[in-house]
């Protein structure tokens, strides 16, 4: 997997983003439905997860869920991807970050952080101050019922939703 990795085609690159600290950039078009990156990382439960996120060891954006309990601590890359309300990224699998769209050279990759997290999950809840800039900007970002019906049905239309949100949301 690591060499699979590493051998892949970056079409991105991490620089400041002059809003928001580092964000991911296209370098080289990348087409709707390619995979741009593979999120990793090392694996935590979610109790211990927690705890470091309340000692303030961890910021809810370091920890990515990719199940019911279960988050990557990510990696250097992964961690620098934004957040956006309109994003042209999203994850499909367990951890798969593919183009929602067309992304042209320049352009920001972003993603929806609520379209990760549990219906169950609550720490998101009180993330407030969203700064996308976006026009459909939703300003505080929740879990991933906090995202309107019709944004969620354009995810699942598309794929970009992960396994594990498929199948927390059809127990709902
Ligand atoms: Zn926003």
């Given at each position: 997997?690591?060499?699979?990795?590493?051998?892949?085609?970056?079409k991105y690159e991490?620089?400041?983003?002059?809003?928001?600290?580092?964000?991911?950039?296209?370098?080289?078009?990348?087409?709707?439905?390619?995979?741009?990156?593979?999120?990793?990382?090392?694996r935590m439960a979610?109790?211990?997860?927690?705890?470091?996120?309340?000692?303030?060891?961890?910021?809810?954006?370091?920890?990515?869920?990719?199940?019911?309990?279960?988050?990557?601590?990510?990696?250097?890359?992964?961690?620098?991807?934004?957040?956006?309300?309109?994003?042209?990224?999203?994850?499909?699998?367990?951890?798969?970050?593919?183009?929602?769209?067309?992304?042209?050279?320049?352009?920001?990759?972003?993603?929806?952080?609520?379209?990760?997290?549990?219906?169950?999950?609550?720490?998101?809840?009180?993330?407030?101050?969203?700064?996308?800039?976006?026009?459909?900007?939703?300003?505080?970002?929740?879990?991933?019922?906090?995202?309107?019906?019709?944004?969620?049905?354009?995810?699942?239309?598309?794929?970009?939703?992960?396994?594990?949100?498929?199948?927390?949301?059809?127990?709902?």
């Amino acid at each position: 997997m690591k060499d699979f990795l590493e051998n892949q085609e970056h079409k991105y690159e991490i620089r400041p983003t002059g809003k928001y600290g580092d964000g991911v950039f296209c370098t080289k078009k990348i087409l709707k439905g390619e995979t741009i990156r593979v999120f990793t990382g090392e694996r935590m439960a979610e109790i211990p997860c927690d705890i470091m996120i309340a000692k303030g060891l961890l910021n809810n954006d370091d920890v990515f869920q990719i199940q019911h309990e279960e988050y990557l601590l990510l990696d250097d890359v992964s961690i620098r991807f934004n957040h956006s309300c309109e994003p042209n990224a999203g994850f499909k699998g367990e951890s798969t970050l593919f183009a929602l769209r067309d992304i042209l050279q320049g352009e920001e990759i972003t993603y929806d952080y609520s379209a990760t997290v549990d219906p169950h999950n609550f720490t998101f809840t009180t993330m407030t101050n969203c700064m996308c800039g976006s026009a459909k900007c939703r300003k505080s970002l929740g879990n991933v019922l906090s995202i309107p019906k019709d944004i969620l049905e354009y995810y699942k239309r598309e794929g970009a939703l992960q396994d594990y949100i498929i199948n927390e949301l059809n127990k709902l």
